[in-house]
């Protein structure tokens, strides 16, 4: 089946790591974003890349960083500058007509 | 900045009532997508709004855009428990394939 998929869908952090969360997809799409959801409140664009070797920053890339090196693939490290990293972490890739397509999150805990 | 406004934020109804669910949008857009997400899941694409005038229409449910008044309402027809749901609208603002902006959600309850 056609999809993305997000792993692990739970991951718990101690203050002071660097996490990655894995974003893999096999829709053939060039642009893929990582989006932030908290408690009760919409998306927030984290960082998107429209072509493999390139990404840029959303609304709120600090602490956070990406790497696009197959089309396929775009994993988010959520690193320690991240202050309040505890949050639902959601992976889309865009189709044709601009819909994104989700996975199914990955949810990051701070210990 | 971009931003879009979902209205009511929360709204608790009883089967088999009618509601809408409204969006505005505060820059020009021409796309403009509904989803759909279940407690503690991830977002299902429910419409997909292209042009002004677009409506859509699944079950219950049904989309419709006005671009000039930068709009889009949601209207559930015949509420039924498993409609109870967050349900959030987004908007392409940025041009191209630079994401999309999001509502912060209408938390629907639909009581038996």
């Known amino acids: 089946d056609g999809g993305i998929t997000q792993s692990p869908k739970y991951l718990f952090r101690k203050e002071g790591q660097n996490v990655t969360l894995s974003c893999e997809q096999n829709?053939?799409?060039?642009?893929m974003y990582w989006y932030r959801q908290d408690p009760g409140q919409g998306l927030r664009l984290i960082y998107y890349?429209?072509?493999?070797?390139?990404?840029q920053k959303g609304d709120i890339a600090e602490g956070y960083s990406v790497s696009r090196e197959k089309k396929e693939s775009f994993p988010l490290t959520v690193t320690s500058a991240q202050k309040n990293p505890t949050a639902f972490y959601l992976c889309?890739?865009?189709?044709?007509?601009?819909?994104?397509?989700f996975g199914e999150g990955s949810r990051l805990t701070v210990l | 900045e971009l931003k879009v406004e979902q209205n009511p934020l929360f709204l608790s109804m009883q089967e088999g009532k009618n509601y809408t669910i409204y969006c505005n949008y505060s820059?020009?857009?021409?796309?403009l997508y509904w989803y759909r997400q279940d407690p503690g899941k991830s977002l299902e694409s429910l419409f997909v709004?292209?042009?002004?005038?677009a409506v859509k229409q699944e079950g219950r449910l049904m989309a419709s855009l006005d671009t000039k008044a930068r709009l889009s309402t949601l209207h559930i027809t015949a509420a039924v428990h498993d409609l109870s749901a967050t349900y959030f609208c987004?908007?392409?603002?940025?041009?191209?394939?630079?994401?999309?902006?999001f509502g912060k959600g209408t938390h629907l309850i639909i009581q038996p």
């Open positions: 709004l292209l042009s002004n005038g």
């Open positions: 890349s429209q072509i493999v070797n390139d990404f």
């Open positions: 829709l053939n799409h060039d642009a």
């Open positions: 987004a908007v392409d603002a940025r041009g191209g394939a630079d994401g999309l902006t």
């Open positions: 820059t020009t857009s021409d796309r």
């Open positions: 889309a890739s865009m189709g044709d007509s601009g819909e994104l397509f």
